[in-house]
Structure formats: structure tokens, C-alpha cells
């Protein structure tokens, strides 16, 4: 690549000349239309890449800035007809003005700095971490399965870490948790440039994982789940399943193992639904059905958004950008939950904690007092009403 780009960005010097400025990527773009001007949309921000590239643009603050400005959905690659990486283009851009010696923007700062002082991004003690743990569950055990809560759910959605190990527990499965010990996956990190620093969480975790037993890990965060079995590999060399014999899931795709396998008894919920994708479940990881599956094998009726599966509109919280835009962030959730309340249902579901609760401040901006649920959640009410 000419010009003065060396780093993660030069992986990407022939995506980003693959671009025709066609603008099909800006159509569904969360973020671009909130401050409608070029720059802020998918193609603007090629082409900005591009002549840095190139070596006719210096980085700037304002072109860190409008890399910054995304929050990662995924949209705009999977919509690109010349199959240009775009948001992965973005994502190592930011790591390559981190490298060059840049530091993100503040809002996103502040989620970086939590996270390497105190392996959160919400500023919480490491010692509450397994806060929402029942005395019943012992962290550490030697278990065939790891179940990893992650950031959200242990610190700000209890409720989906209380009700998965419920529902393991009740299918009979032999799983533990790291407990306070768990720590960041290191997706933060990634997402905002920090590469270097994810690495050096990436070793670590690694190492917390063997001599545990397991051989699978589960996710609640469609986040962690992405870059357990994503960005790991490609990016640091660190391939859990190769390296530790390790299956990577979703909470979603056990979920729905087990109950296929008769070992989760749901039934009985009498509602219509719909059901959210979220970007790094859906777009990033491909994994569409298996969270349709568990709600209808609980008994729900599922009516489909037409903006749904890779079509599915951001929730507005992803890439950092609801810590570094709360407001834009805010928008962007009343926008999509007012697309999903606008059906004919009870309830929307979705399979992410961050979703659940930027979809529940979208909804209550929008003005409706539509429940939305985290798929362990939902699932456990059906559980227990199959008892
Ligand atoms: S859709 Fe692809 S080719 Fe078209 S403007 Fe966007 S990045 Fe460029
Ligand atoms: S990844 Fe999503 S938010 Fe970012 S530029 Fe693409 S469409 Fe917009």
C-alpha cells in the first residue's frame, strides 16, 4: 500500500480500490443518517481510507473520528456488491491510528481505560463480577462446560446469567463458571483499535481455560462469542478449538442443542413475538436460526420484521459507540424498537444483553411498554411453565 499506512490497515489496499461508489452500503447504515453528511456514511469512509492509502490525505482527528463514528453492525459489507470489508477495514483502521501512536476519542477512551484497569467496561469492582452467581454454582470446578457470562450480563443484565445457569443446571449439564476470575474477553479492545492490549487478554484467557476440563465454551454476548472464535484466530493466531480442542457457542445454539435433545422441557407461552438480530450474532457469525428455534420450541408464535436476519437494523450500541454517542446511541434504539413494536406482537426477543438493554431505553424514547427479552429469559419462562 503506498503512503505511510504499514499496519492492520494494509490487509485491506485492495477492498478498498474494489469500491465503485455505488452507495448501496449507506441505505441501512445506523449511524450515517444521524449526521447525514458523507463522511459519517460506509462509502464516505472509504473513501477517506482510500487517499490515506493512497497518500493523498494525512490522518487527521476528524478522519479518526468518522472511523470511530460506526458501530460495527456489519451492514455495509454484507450490502456490498463488490464485496469490499468494509466495517473489518474500519476496525483496522482504528488499530492502525492506535499503532501509530493515535488514541480513540474520548468516549471510547474512557471504556478502554475501565477495561484495562479493571477488566469491565462499566467501571465496576472486579470483586462483583460474580454478584449475580447463585450459592449453589461453584466457579472454577473442573466441568465439561464453561459457562462464560461476560461483562453485561454478570455487571448490568443479571437476569440472563441467572436464568442460563438455571436452565443448564435443570438440563442436567456439568458446567461451571470462572466467577470473579473471568474477566474481559477483550472485544472492547478489539472493536476500538486496542489490539495489542486484547492480545496480551487474549494469552491470559487462554491460560484460565486450561486445566478447567472443558470442552466447550458458551457465551451469553453474541460480542464474546465472536471474538472467542473470530478474532482470536484471525488475529492473534490463538485458535481455541485447534489449540484446546474447544467447541465455541452461543448460548442460542446449546440452547437449542438441548432441546432438541429433550433436556430442556419448554412449552405453553401463548404469545406472538418477534425477534431482533443482533449484528455480531447474526451478520458476523452467521447464526440465524437457532434463537427462532428455542422460540418456537417454547411455544411462541414468531412474526418476522422485513428488516430482519442480515437485514436487521443495528440497535445502536455496538463498536463503543453508545459509551462515546449515548444520545445518537439512544436515537438509533428508539428507531429499531419502534421498527419491531410497530408489529402486531407481545414482545420483542432478542439473543444479546447489550441489545436488551439499549432495545428497553429505545422503546421506552419511543413511547411503547413492549417487553423485550433476552432469549435465556424467555426461555426460562417457559421452562418453568412446562413444569
Ligand atoms: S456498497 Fe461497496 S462498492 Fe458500493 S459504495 Fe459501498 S463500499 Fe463502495
Ligand atoms: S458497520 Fe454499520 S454502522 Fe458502521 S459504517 Fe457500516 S453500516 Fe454503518
Request: overall charge positive.
Amino acid at each position: 500500500m503506498p503512503g505511510t499506512l504499514e499496519g492492520p490497515l494494509k490487509a485491506f489496499a485492495g477492498d478498498l480500490d474494489k469500491c465503485v461508489r455505488c452507495g448501496f452500503c449507506r441505505e441501512l447504515c445506523p449511524v450515517g443518517d444521524l449526521y447525514p453528511w458523507e463522511a459519517n456514511f460506509p462509502r464516505g469512509k472509504v473513501q477517506l481510507l482510500r487517499a490515506l492509502a493512497r497518500g493523498s490525505l494525512r490522518v487527521s482527528n476528524y478522519i479518526v473520528d468518522r472511523m470511530y463514528f460506526c458501530t460495527t453492525c456489519g451492514y455495509c459489507s454484507k450490502r456490498c456488491p463488490s464485496g469490499v470489508r468494509t466495517n473489518e477495514a474500519f476496525e483496522a483502521a482504528r488499530a492502525e491510528f492506535i499503532g501509530l501512536g493515535l488514541r480513540a476519542p474520548e468516549g471510547h477512551l474512557r471504556v478502554v481505560e475501565s477495561v484495562l484497569r479493571l477488566g469491565n467496561p462499566f467501571g465496576e469492582a472486579e470483586g462483583d463480577r460474580e454478584r449475580w452467581m447463585p450459592p449453589w454454582l461453584r466457579a472454577g470446578r473442573r466441568s465439561k462446560v464453561l459457562y462464560w457470562a461476560g461483562c453485561m450480563a454478570s455487571y448490568r443484565l443479571e437476569e440472563t446469567a441467572i436464568s442460563t445457569a438455571k436452565i443448564l443446571n435443570a438440563a442436567g449439564l456439568d458446567f461451571t463458571t470462572l466467577g470473579r476470575a473471568e474477566g474481559d474477553c477483550g472485544s472492547i479492545l478489539i472493536r476500538t483499535g486496542y489490539w495489542r492490549e486484547a492480545e496480551r487478554l487474549a494469552r491470559e484467557n487462554t491460560k484460565k481455560f486450561e486445566g478447567l476440563g472443558i470442552g466447550t465454551l458458551v457465551t451469553s454476548c453474541p460480542g464474546c462469542f465472536r471474538t472467542f472464535a473470530n478474532d482470536y484466530p484471525k488475529l492473534f493466531g490463538i485458535d481455541l478449538e485447534r489449540d484446546l480442542g474447544l467447541e465455541i457457542l452461543h448460548s442460542s445454539q446449546l440452547f437449542e442443542r438441548l432441546m432438541r435433545e429433550g433436556r430442556i422441557i419448554a412449552s405453553g407461552l401463548d404469545m406472538k413475538v418477534t425477534y431482533h438480530d443482533p449484528c455480531h450474532l447474526g451478520r458476523h457469525m452467521g447464526v440465524y436460526d437457532p434463537p427462532r428455534n428455542v422460540i418456537r420450541g417454547a411455544g411462541a408464535e414468531l412474526v418476522e420484521h422485513s428488516k430482519s436476519r442480515w437485514l436487521a437494523s443495528c440497535c445502536g450500541a455496538g463498536g463503543g459507540f453508545r459509551s462515546a454517542h449515548g444520545e445518537l446511541s439512544l436515537r438509533q434504539a428508539a428507531r429499531r424498537a419502534g421498527q419491531l413494536s410497530d408489529l402486531a406482537v407481545n414482545a420483542i426477543v432478542t439473543a444479546c444483553p447489550f441489545c436488551v438493554v439499549n432495545l428497553r431505553r429505545g422503546i421506552e424514547v419511543f413511547g411503547s411498554d413492549m417487553p423485550v427479552y433476552d432469549l435465556p429469559a424467555f426461555l426460562e419462562g417457559a421452562t418453568s411453565r412446562a413444569k
